[in-house]
DNA sequence: TCTGGGGTCCTAGGACCC
DNA sequence: TCTGGGGTCCTAGGACCC
């Protein structure tokens, strides 16, 4: 049985190409906020790649680079990616190839299949490979493996090396070797931090973490360290969180233009609170904790930086969002100071557990019953219309 | 002038209980 | 009041992921 990882190439910019067929062949760059002026690019494709642009950087910084190549900028649009994501997934699912099918994130996946043979395992994924293209106009990387992580070592390879078409098999005989070429770094599971940790103590590839002795690994990076070294040795440790019911869900912000008012605030914060209720009522949950949080602009150090949050627990458990937006805005209350410019803000929910009260609550009072309704109206009118195009007034 | 928006898990330390 | 172990729960913060 091997581990298969796909994931998809320059995700976002690949989705605007794929429903903008005109883009094919140019360069193109994905920004979160390109109406306002400001923004950062989130993906960019690999004509974009050539020209020097990379992930992260503000659009300001390189505007007349963009302009002077005739750069295609599109805004980033995370429903559809995310749409796109399910229809990837829907496909996948329905071929039948892939077992154990799962979404890791909006633009990767994993599976497993029952195979070992190299052959058999190219020709299979191959046939995924097609499928996404076929369907989805998405190109992909496959890379598999003995574990989550090693899959991902050989994806990692797959879309460095033209010669692999996509799909790079990493059969354990192959394994040191293919290690030996992945700096620390790029290793699932090392940040930025745990890399530092491990090149001062000499580990350079990610074969040199494979071979350290565990003890060595415990004491430098913890538990979650111990699974990405036995997942390095083609031992699987890895369990990937279900989806199926988020633990957190938030909703925040970076002002295009900076607030200072409290009623402007108030707004956004209302609104995030909102957003957050129907996504709670969407997968079915309560939640009994709120968190809000401000902050200024941190890149500004001509003006006076303040940045903090609040957290408080609701009485009983809820998703109504009127509960929701007054714990968030007597948060608010308590965290604003005048005299700032806000760059930021957004709302939290935690303590989040199944509503079960469909079947419980058959005695509530009628206006609850009333209420409920009216949300779930304005939950399918948003889904339908895009967020916000109704939202509740603060009472 | 202009710098994203989501999530997860782990650990340490304090409060509280027996 | 002092001494002390052991357990649980909660929170804050840090690390990671895309």
């Known amino acids: ?52 642009l990379t992930r992260g950087i503000p659009l300001f910084k390189v505007r007349k680079k963009l302009e002077a190549e005739h750069v295609e900028i599109c805004t980033a649009d995370h429903r559809k990616y995310r749409r796109i994501s399910k229809e990837i997934m829907d496909g996948v699912v329905e071929q039948g190839i892939v077992q154990d099918f799962v979404q890791y994130s909006v633009d990767e996946f994993f599976g497993t299949l029952p195979l070992d043979d190299p052959d058999e395992l190219r020709f299979y994924a191959a046939k995924v490979r097609d499928l996404i293209w076929e369907n989805n106009h998405i190109a992909v990387g496959c890379g598999l493996s003995q574990s989550y ?14 010669g692999y078409d996509g799909i790079c098999i990493l059969p354990p005989e192959k394994r040191e070797k293919a290690l030996a070429l992945l700096a620390v770094g790029e290793v699932w599971g090392v940040g ?15 074969l040199d973490l494979a071979k350290a002795p565990e003890a060595q690994i415990v004491k430098l990076l913890n538990t979650a360290g111990v699974h990405t070294w036995l997942e390095l040795n083609g031992k699987p440790a890895v369990t990937l969180a279900s989806h199926e019911r ?11 233009v900076m607030i200072n008012e409290k009623e402007g605030l108030e707004e956004a914060v209302a609104g995030f609170a909102s957003r957050c209720a129907a996504a709670l009522r969407h ?113």
């Open 1 to 52: 049985m091997y581990y298969i990882h796909i994931d998809c190439n320059s995700y976002f910019a690949s989705c605007e190409i794929a429903s903008r067929p005109e883009l094919e062949g140019k360069a193109v760059v994905v920004a979160n906020d390109n109406e306002n002026g400001g923004g950062v690019i989130l993906a960019l494709n690999a004509e974009a790649k050539a020209l020097g």
């Open 149 to 162: 992580t090693l899959a991902k070592v050989a994806t990692h390879f797959a879309k460095r090396h033209k």
């Open 192 to 206: 930025r931090q745990n890399r530092k940790h491990l090149e001062s103590a000499g580990m350079r590839t990610a």
């Open 246 to 256: 988020q633990k957190s869900i938030m909703q925040s912000h970076t002002f295009a």
């Open 283 to 395: 997968q079915e949950s309560l939640c009994s904790v709120v968190t809000v949080f401000v902050a200024t602009n941190r890149y500004r150090d001509d003006l006076a930086q303040y940045r903090n949050k609040a957290t408080c627990k609701l009485e009983k458990p809820s998703s109504d969002t009127s509960v929701i937006i007054k714990a968030a805005t007597a948060l608010l209350d308590t965290l604003y100071r005048q005299g700032y410019m806000y760059k930021q803000a957004g709302v939290v929910l935690s303590g989040i557990e199944p509503d079960e009260g469909h079947q419980l609550d058959l005695f509530s009072v009628e206006n609850d019953e009333r209420r409920q309704r009216l949300m779930s109206v304005a939950d399918s009118i948003n889904h339908k219309f895009g967020p916000d195009s109704i939202t509740f007034g603060k009472h």
